[in-house]
């Protein structure tokens, strides 16, 4: 049974997906897949790729899980919570990132890892919701992720043409079920499963 570790933060966890265990990208990613793969949810809420930001995913306890199960494939799906003023800066944002896909590289099962450039961020009305700013996440996210994936010689799934409007997600950030499956949806479809590690 191959494993499937999907690491994120809370657009993995399913926030606002009523039945997030169901219907959640990585719970839908499990039942297209079927019994000869195991898909675990390792996203957390609020979570960003920064070391010292204000939710770091490395220091919180599903990263280590992520980490002691020894997945065959790893979807890295972080850097939207780094586009809160008070988590962005570009230079550490690479280096932690990086950091983060190491960690993973260097496991035991040798992982396949596979980097997905977050969805868009919408802010209705202009106000930036939550904190999270697109234009952080379009001319600094996003540019550098596809920059790390290039230089790293890593796949990369980018979701920045999936949502066009924030009709998906209420609050311009986290797709309800219709939008989470569309995001399923887009990442199944930009990766070719039949490759090796």
């Not at 719970?27 to 079927?34: F, I, S």
């Not at 996203?43 to 010292?52: E, I, K, M, T, V």
């Not at 065959?72 to 799906?77: A, G, Q, T």
């Not at 008070?86 to 035991?108: Q, T």
Request: charged fraction near 25%; glycine fraction near 6%; include cysteine.
């Amino acid at each position: 049974m191959k494993r499937i570790a999907c690491v994120g933060d809370s657009i993995t966890w399913g926030f606002t997906i009523v039945n997030r265990r169901k219907y959640s990208y990585p719970a839908l990613l499990q039942q297209r897949l079927g019994a000869e793969y195991e898909v675990r949810n390792f996203g957390y809420n609020d979570a960003s790729a920064r070391f010292d930001a204000d939710t770091p995913y490395v220091k919180k306890s599903v990263y280590q899980e992520s980490l002691a199960w020894n997945p065959d494939v790893v979807l890295l799906m972080l850097g939207s919570n780094d586009t809160k003023k008070r988590n962005w800066d570009p230079e550490i944002f690479r280096r932690d990132y990086k950091r983060i896909v190491e960690s993973y590289l260097k496991l035991p099962s040798q992982p396949r890892v596979i980097l997905i450039a977050p969805i868009q961020i919408f802010q209705p009305m202009h106000i930036p919701l939550l904190g999270l700013y697109t234009e952080t996440m379009e001319n600094g996210v996003r540019p550098a992720i596809r920059e790390i994936a290039a230089e790293m010689g890593l796949e990369l799934v980018d979701l920045v043409n999936l949502f066009t409007d924030s009709k998906y997600m209420m609050d311009g950030v986290h797709p309800q079920r219709e939008g989470a499956r569309m995001l399923e949806e887009a990442i199944y479809s930009g990766i070719d499963w039949q490759r090796k590690a």
